[in-house]
């Protein structure tokens, strides 16, 4: 009995670990993102990404991913205005204490 109740609990712990929706990797490599409002709007908003000198490719797409996850989980859209964001050309982009910043609008539909 104690051996099934073992496995149950291993498996569900297994299971849990492959669930984290902010554990994916970009060009090989985890980032820290985050999504804040600008000025209280919800449909304007910035996305911040750490450590971007592990990979400005991986850093890029992973300001994508989460912009886009933001208008979907708010607006049901992935659809962005970015004024800055991942199709901007990155030696145009800033990068300030091994962060970027991206700022988009979901257009509401």
């Given at each position: 009995?104690?051996?099934?109740l073992?496995?149950i ?15 994916i ?5 985890f ?21 971007v ?6 850093a ?11 208008c979907v ?37």
């Amino acid at each position: 009995m104690k051996t099934i109740l073992s496995l149950i609990v291993l498996t569900a712990l297994v299971a849990g670990c492959g669930n984290n929706k902010k554990n994916i990797p970009f060009d090989g490599e985890f980032f820290r993102t985050k999504v804040s409002k600008v000025d209280g709007q919800r449909d304007v908003f910035m996305v911040s990404v750490r450590d971007v000198s592990r990979s400005i490719d991986g850093a890029i797409e992973a300001g994508r991913h989460a912009g886009n996850a933001y208008c979907v989980e708010t607006y049901g859209s992935s659809k962005i205005d970015w004024s800055v964001g991942p199709d901007t050309p990155a030696e145009e982009l800033v990068i300030e204490d091994d962060t970027i910043v991206f700022q988009g609008v979901c257009p509401q539909l």
